[in-house]
């Protein structure tokens, strides 16, 4: 008993370590896209061959990565939101976006959560991601509409318009080696395309206002 307690144990410390060496592969490479998990384990010590006993393939690990980026995102809103009465919708959106910006790993899984990593891991893998990104919703959005002058479903529909504005606009602020070097040459586009918390937050606020208008 002691002896398969112990190798749990040990498992999940090793769990954690691949992870851990996931998220620093992906800032070094330039986003979840370039990341293999042959690299991962290296990264962590491990035998690429027991890849197996830990993730069931590469969708799997950045999953749960964005299951705990959700995690992260609630904690980080209701530590803003703690003690804070009458924000106005724009003030509700800049919270929004700055705790966003604060997660650029998360940000980026985004993008490649509905693509294909929610849809390429097992059905039970898939209902524990769900249930933990929507618990970790539903607790920032009592907390930020607890906050302020907007309701739980205005503050609903602004997550939603916030997620899919980050994930686009985390992308384009990241650009490929080839579209680096276009908007070098071309500043007034790569103005455009890198400005992510300012235009991130800006439209949020648009969009914030405009959910206490219909």
Partial sequence: MQHRARSAEAKQRRTEDLLVAAAELATELGGVRHLTLVAVFDRAGL?????????AGKEELLLELAERG???WSDLVVAE?????GRTPAEIARVIAETLARLPLFCDLLTHVPLNLEGEVGLDRAYRYKLGAFAAHDTLADALAASGEMTVDQVGDLIAAALGLAAMH???SHPTETLAELYRQYPDWGHVALDFLPRLTRLLQATAIG???V
């Avoid at 035998?47 to 993730?55: E, G, N, T, W």
């Avoid at 939101?81 to 009465?85: A, R």
């Fill in 70 to 72: 959700w995690q992260q």
């Fill in 170 to 172: 985390w992308q384009l």
């Fill in 211 to 213: 959910l206490t208008q």
């Fill in 47 to 55: 035998d690429s061959s027991a890849m197996r006993r830990y993730f």
């Fill in 81 to 85: 939101s703690t003690g804070s009465t």
